[in-house]
């Protein structure tokens, strides 16, 4: 079946650090890729998505690359700022055989930054 | 712009009662869900409704549990007889038509979450 797996956390960084959370996948064919965050007290929000090989999604300074190869989508930002301190989510989308919004999500990846 | 929000935030129940959590979509979409988190665990699709009928649901989503579009903007789960393993936080969410490109993309609620004692 489909999978997501991310990288452990927590993770706690400075401000204006480098920002890595891993994030590799198993499915059939090409799903569509997905990093959600989730802020405290608030639901997930889509963070930036890409839907086919070699895409890269971005967003507020963060991106991902689609990677069919390694079939991962690692998440990234080159300087974090105490407000992106949440949690992160990787989540795919399967290719075909399922309904709309039916995400497989990873496990959540809490980032802490400090000032 | 437009959210969507769930209630209870929080509720505590004992073991066997009834729980219904109630999420109100964003208006114009027409795609809805429910999600859950056990604490420490993955977010699970529990169950898909579009057109007042569910069109997918997970192997978590047994006899127990039931959904219901009772209006034209409530969108509630039902948990008839609640067991310790249903504490979890449960999230709505909400997606544009199929067959548009953002209908993959969902809106999520900030969650309810369910203790049971």
């Known amino acids: 079946g489909n999978s997501v797996t991310q990288m452990e956390g927590p993770v706690t960084l400075s401000e204006e650090a480098f920002l890595t959370i891993n994030c590799t996948y198993t499915a059939t064919g090409y799903p569509s890729l997905f990093w959600y965050v989730q802020y405290p007290g608030e639901g997930l929000q889509l963070l930036l998505k890409a839907t086919k090989a070699d895409d890269k999604g971005s967003n507020k300074g963060f991106e991902a690359t689609y990677r069919k190869e390694t079939t991962s989508f690692h998440l990234e930002k080159g300087s974090v700022q105490v407000s992106d301190s949440a949690v992160y989510f990787c989540?795919?989308?399967?290719?075909?055989?399922?309904?709309?919004?039916?995400?497989?999500f990873g496990q959540g990846t809490i980032l802490t930054v400090h000032p | 712009e437009p959210e969507v929000t769930q209630t209870p935030s929080h509720q505590v129940t004992q073991m066997g009662q009834e729980v219904i959590l109630r999420c109100v979509p964003i208006?114009?979409?027409?795609?809805f869900y429910w999600y859950r988190q056990i604490l420490g665990q993955k977010v699970e699709f529990l169950v898909s409704f579009y057109n007042n009928e569910i069109s997918e649901k997970s192997e978590i989503f047994d006899d127990q549990f039931s959904v219901e579009r009772p209006d034209g903007s409530n969108f509630t789960l039902k948990i008839r007889s609640t067991k310790l393993e249903d504490s979890a936080m449960y999230f709505c969410?909400?997606?544009?038509?199929?067959?548009?490109?953002?209908?993959?993309?969902?809106?999520f609620g900030a969650g309810s979450r369910l203790t049971v004692l």
């Open positions: 969410a909400s997606s544009v038509p199929g067959g548009a490109s953002g209908a993959n993309v969902l809106t």
């Open positions: 208006s114009n979409h027409l795609y």
């Open positions: 989540a795919l989308k399967a290719a075909r055989g399922t309904s709309y919004g039916k995400l497989t």
